[in-house]
Every structure is written in C-alpha cells, then in structure tokens.
C-alpha cells in the first residue's frame, strides 16, 4: 500500500555552511582554514584548535568535488547507496535498478556494503556526505539515524530502502515483511505440516524481526508452536551446521522455513547432504539466482528489489526535481512462488 502524497508548503532548507564560514567563527583566515582542514603542517596548535572547534560546531564538510563532480547547478550529479552487502542477491538486484534509473539522468551511484556493521554504515554515510552526494539510499543495519537529520535539514534528498528509518521522517520503500512469512506457513500448513522450523537472520536486524512475527501469527491462527526456533544465522555454514543438528535430533521438523536467501543456501546444503531434499519441505523468504533449477526446485517468498529500486530512484530524483510532500512509506508486495520444495506432503496431509 502506498501512502497518499500531497503538497506540503516547503521547509527553509539550510544552507550548507562554507569555508569562509569557518574562518570567520575560528577568526582566522580562509586560506589558515584551509591549511588546517587539509591537514597542512605551519599552523599554530591555539588556531588548530579553534578551526576544529568551528568545524564541529557548523558541522562543516569539506567540498571534495568541487573542482570535479559538481555541476552549475550546484549538484554533484551522484548519488550514494548504501546496502547491506552488494554481494547479495537482493542487494545487487536493488543496486542495478537504481543505477538504471540514474543512467537516464545522466547521474553516478555510488554504493558500499555495511555487512550488518552500524560502525561502518555511519563512516560510509560519512564520506558520502562529506563529497556532498545529491542524495542517499539507505538499507541500514543501525536502529538509530537521527545522524542524518543535519542532511535532511539542509535539503538532502534521503530514502530508506527495505528497512525502515528510526527517529529520522524521511520516505522509505519495504517489503511486506511479516505478510509473506505468514503466507509461507500458511502454505507449509496446507500441505499437510505442523512441525515447521524457523531458521531466522540476525535478530538485530528489522526484516528478520518482523519475518519471525509474521511467522508465530500465522502458526497461531492455525493453533500450532514453531517446532524449533533458531535466530542469528547470517552466514551458508552457520545455517547448514543448524539443520543438520535439527534434522538428527530427536524430533525433526517436516518442513522448514527460512527467512533469507543465504539461510536457504545453508538449509539446502544441509537437507543435500542428509539426503532429505525429496522428504523435508522448505519455503525460503528471498529467491536468488539457480532456485528454480534445483531439484525440488525451490519455492520462496519473493521480493521484489528491483521495484523498490525503482520506486526509491523516483522519490529521489522528484524531490531532486523540487517536488515536496510529507515523507511517506511506500511497500512493496512479496509473492509466493510455488516450485516444488514448499509443495512436499507432510503427514498431516489430509
């Protein structure tokens, strides 16, 4: 569902400041600004210290591009993505779009990967805004960004993708998340299982929590528990060390759900070398690359990332454009694709 956009008069956006702005608040001169910002040596400790007092306080960032990238009209023409890993599937799926959308604006993307690491998504949203990007596509792995307000403020375009923002009113784009878990229990449960497993992403990211709340609504709604729960997998050999223990314990589910593409690898590996691909179902919430070429072919839960590319490539670049309206989130539906892995008859089958 998308939420209704309408014109709201435009906030003053704040100028950025500048060097001479700098100077002035140090009392010094532009060109010992400078020196000091560009780590010059000559400069005495007392007049360091007041250009880095003023740097903080006007939270001044250096024009890197100034004499490359920026245009006439004042824009860098690039935009910065910041993904979870670009390696991913999904991620690189959402990259391309976004970049086919930007080549028709003549417009770079540049893009980094975070890899779940708060700590490295703050330095990457650092030295995109210190080159003054036109504007950011966020997929975080930080549940706080009010980092980015100052950004905001000053009238930089910014879109959260996938994931929602936390303490920061800004547009973002997502997957219905908890929707498509409960479709694939509902799914596993029509073919005949009640002792599903849920094999989750790490818990301190926002998808996976909403994945395994869509997941325990729908057993409930069908009066069922999860037969195993096991959180914080976020690599192919962590995941396939999992199922293996599940499926030689003493009371093996029947069918699996996994909520990320990397998690499905791993439960394939494992389920491949126990020989239990033909008799244990499995529904995974991403498709990748190969799925439907397996045998059983594998069924997912599909997102669409190259639509949330495309839906965040158009909020940016309207806003770019001059368009204003309240910040709004827009979702992206999933869908179930039946291929056979989510279609294995459980023992409950009527």
Do not use: C
Not at 331 to 342: C, D, N, Y
Request: charged letters at 20%; glycine letters at 8%.
């Amino acid at each position: 569902m998308q939420g209704a956009v309408s014109p709201v008069a435009p906030r003053q956006a704040r100028s950025r400041p500048t060097l001479r702005d700098v100077a002035l608040l140090a009392g010094v001169s532009p060109k010992t600004a400078s020196r000091v910002i560009n780590g010059e040596p000559g400069v005495s400790s007392a007049k360091v210290s007041a250009v880095e007092r003023a740097v903080a306080q006007l939270n001044y960032r250096p024009n890197f591009t100034a004499s490359s990238l920026r245009r006439a009209s004042g824009r860098t023409a690039a935009i910065g993505a910041v993904l979870e890993d670009v390696g991913n599937p999904f991620s690189a799926a959402l990259l391309r779009s976004l970049e086919d959308a930007a080549r028709d604006r003549d417009v770079l993307i540049f893009a980094g990967s975070v890899d779940e690491d708060p700590e490295r998504e703050r330095a990457l949203l650092r030295a995109f805004t210190i080159r003054q990007a036109d504007a950011l596509v966020v997929a975080s792995a930080s549940d706080r960004h009010g980092h980015l307000s100052d950004e905001v403020n000053a009238g930089t375009p910014v879109v959260f993708v996938d994931r929602p923002p936390v303490g920061l009113h800004v547009d973002a784009v997502l997957a219905d998340n908890a929707e498509g878990a409960a479709a694939a229990v509902h799914h596993l449960v029509a073919h005949g299982h009640r002792d599903i497993a849920y094999l989750g992403d790490l818990r301190t990211i926002a998808t996976a929590r909403l994945r395994f709340q869509g997941f325990k609504e729908a057993l409930s709604d069908h009066g069922i528990r999860p037969s195993s729960v096991v959180h914080d997998l976020h690599t192919v050999a962590e995941t396939q060390r999992a199922v293996e223990g599940l499926l030689t314990g003493a009371a093996p589910p029947t069918a699996l759900f996994a909520s990320q593409n990397l998690v499905t690898i791993g439960v394939l590996r494992a389920l491949q070398r126990l020989g239990r691909h033909r008799d244990v179902a499995l529904v995974g919430f991403d498709d990748f690359p190969l799925a439907d070429l397996l045998e059983p072919a594998v069924t997912v839960i599909a997102q669409d990332p190259s639509a949330m590319g495309r839906v965040a490539a158009s909020l940016l670049f309207r806003r770019l454009d001059g368009e204003v309206w309240e910040p709004t989130t827009h979702v992206v539906p999933t869908r179930l694709i039946a291929r056979g892995s989510g279609e294995i008859r459980g023992p409950w089958t009527a």
